[in-house]
Every structure is written in C-alpha cells, then in structure tokens.
C-alpha cells in the first residue's frame, strides 16, 4: 500500500494525528489487521457523528415545519 496516499486519505476522512500514525505504524510493520481495526474503529465513530447530524438536521426540519405551519394559519 502506498502509505503516502494512505497517510492523505487518513486525514481526508478526518483521522487524528496519531490515529493516522498508528494505522500508518501498523501497516508498515506488516499489521494489517490491526490497521484494520483501527480505521473500522474510526469509521464507527464517523458514522456515530454522521447519524447525530442527521438527529439535528431532522430537529431543525420539524422547527422548520412548525412555524411554516403557524405563519400561514395566521395569514388566514
């Protein structure tokens, strides 16, 4: 694996530093599983992070809904 393009990819999906380095350490030493593990361990947290953004998002589209709702029963 080309750990240039390896270490650019980590900090695209918004590793930490020495997250990337230990994913970085492991595959250079041969540890691909343990390379593995790591980044399914950080891919979890990414979804976990993606799937309270989407909580919020669907908050401020009920906020949303609501006031339309009432700004327009009061133009009746």
């Not at 080309?2 to 350490?25: F, H, P, T, V, Y």
């Not at 399914?40 to 401020?60: A, I, N, P, T, Y």
């Amino acid at each position: 694996m080309d750990l240039k393009r390896l270490k650019q990819n980590l900090s695209d999906a918004g590793c930490c530093k020495k997250a990337s380095e230990d994913i970085i350490r492991m595959c250079e030493a041969g540890n691909m599983e343990g390379a593995l593990r790591m980044m399914r361990k950080d891919r979890c947290r990414l979804m976990e992070e993606l799937h309270e953004s989407g909580r919020k998002v669907d908050c401020l589209d009920f906020l949303i809904r609501i006031t339309e709702k009432e700004m327009k029963q009061a133009d009746i």
